[in-house]
């Protein structure tokens, strides 16, 4: 493809922004696939189902030591290239007040430091600088490790003659980010690999940074440098919410896959929700033997070619008017059908906890979590029972300064709460507590307010 002309064009434009030949190379083998038309498509007649995995849950005690040590070899690396726009966010997510005043960057910080092991972030060009100016509050972290590392961008393509899409007046909306999947060839061009390798470090643990359930845990660490395998996914099970999301499975070699929605066919679609056959989601929190990631880079050229993600946008995100254009993507987890004897694990839930919306921040905000001495975000261990099912009405709280406002003093107590609905404007006193099934509804346009010490277990 990188001979093509009708490649040259991008990779004349990738050249001129400095952009390393790897990543050049790594879009031309997407671009290749999109000319040729080529969809992804995973026929279940092509996969088995994973039946069984280990279970993290059961892993003998002599891991946890072999974790141990293993730890002073291990660095903990998360993905920092949200903004957080869905929540109305214009800065890096991991800055949002998330627990007890602190934010998921403090809480990270302070877990690297408590654990002693090295913290790098995989930042955008739209979060490094923000998220580098929050970590000098904690100059421990400073090391011979840089504290970060660039993920790099690629053009967007015009979907009518898949040429570069060309914005004069705003070059930075010619490009996009690349997707998680960009860690390896941007480790790889960074030079952190190679550093890292070179001051004795051998496994990384990844994760986002808004999960705060992905935490170091000493026996999937034992577990995975007494393994020896290169790659080991971190996998939950699939619920009834879980349905239309990705899943794991095997090549009938035993090689380990996963498809997602986009890659099955709508004749496959009810096998693929099928959550007693395929058992197993992604919680996209991966180990990395550093080692053989380098040797697998150095194999295959720097290119992995994963396979890719096309999403169809427009070139001007809030113009809906500007050119139809496809951003190439690629998901870091895909690499486990590319890396020989990889593995996955299976986690508790409790291991997957991202916040991704209001509802998941007001829970975390709550007294349903705890945060531990070691800065792990924990269940609240008096509570009995399944986490409450939180609905809040998008008009009102799904932008994170209209919830703010809505509760100024902190979101209500609900350790003893199964659910929690709101419909229509309702503000929050102080050290409201909601027992057991509470709906709020306001059908009018003034908004109503909760006062201080409220107990809230009926329908009002």
Not at 59 to 77: F, I
Not at 369 to 397: G, H, I, K
Request: aromatic letters at 8%.
């Amino acid at each position: 493809m990188m001979g093509d002309p009708r490649f040259a064009p991008f990779a004349e434009k990738m050249k001129a922004e400095g952009l390393p030949d790897v990543v050049i190379r790594t879009f031309a083998h997407s671009y290749g696939q999109l000319l040729r038309g080529e969809t992804g498509l995973i026929p279940e007649a092509d996969i088995q189902p994973v039946e069984n995995l280990p279970d993290a849950e059961a892993l003998p005690q002599q891991l946890t030591e072999k974790g141990c040590q293993a730890l002073a070899k291990t660095v903990l690396l998360k993905l920092n290239g949200g903004l957080g726009t869905g929540m109305g966010l214009d800065r890096a997510k991991s800055l949002l007040p998330v627990k007890d005043g602190l934010t998921f960057l403090d809480i990270i910080a302070r877990q690297a430091l408590a654990a002693d092991i090295p913290l790098v972030l995989m930042n955008s060009f739209s979060t490094r600088d923000d998220s580098l100016s929050a970590l000098r509050s904690y100059p421990e972290l400073r090391g011979p490790i840089p504290l970060d590392f660039l993920q790099h961008k690629v053009p967007k393509i015009r979907q009518d003659d898949f040429s570069p899409a060309d914005s004069p007046e705003t070059p930075a909306l010619e490009w996009n980010p690349p997707g998680h999947g960009d860690i390896y060839p941007a480790l790889l061009t960074s030079g952190l690999l190679d550093k890292l390798l070179e001051e004795g470090f051998r496994y990384v643990f990844v994760s986002n940074a808004d999960n705060l359930g992905a935490v170091m845990d000493l026996a999937i660490l034992g577990y995975f440098a007494e393994s020896g395998a290169p790659f080991l996914m971190e996998v939950a099970d699939r619920t009834d919410a879980d349905r239309k999301g990705g899943h794991l499975a095997r090549f009938p070699d035993g090689q380990l896959l996963l498809r997602e929605t986009a890659q099955c066919s709508t004749a496959d679609e009810e096998c693929f929700q099928d959550i007693s056959r395929h058992r197993y989601f992604n919680t996209n929190s991966l180990w990395l033997n550093l080692e053989l990631l380098k040797r697998v880079l150095q194999q295959r050229q720097g290119v992995l070619g994963l396979a890719p993600i096309y999403n169809r946008k427009t070139l001007d995100p809030r113009e809906p008017t500007s050119p139809s254009v496809i951003q190439v993507e690629t998901a870091m987890g895909s690499a486990i059908s590319v890396f020989p004897d990889a593995q996955a694990i299976r986690v508790p839930r409790a291991r997957f906890a991202p916040v991704k919306t209001t509802e998941d921040l007001l829970l975390v905000r709550s007294d349903v979590y705890q945060l531990n001495e070691q800065y792990c975000v924990v269940p609240n261990a008096e509570r009995r029972q399944p986490l409450p099912v939180v609905r809040l009405d998008s008009r009102y709280y799904k932008m994170i300064d209209d919830f703010d406002t809505r509760f100024p003093a902190g979101v209500p107590s609900m350790l003893n709460c199964q659910r929690l609905t709101i419909e229509g404007d309702v503000r929050f006193g102080a050290s409201v507590v909601c027992t057991g099934d509470v709906r709020l509804e306001n059908l009018s346009a003034e908004q109503i307010f909760i006062d201080d010490f409220t107990q809230l277990g009926r329908e009002i």
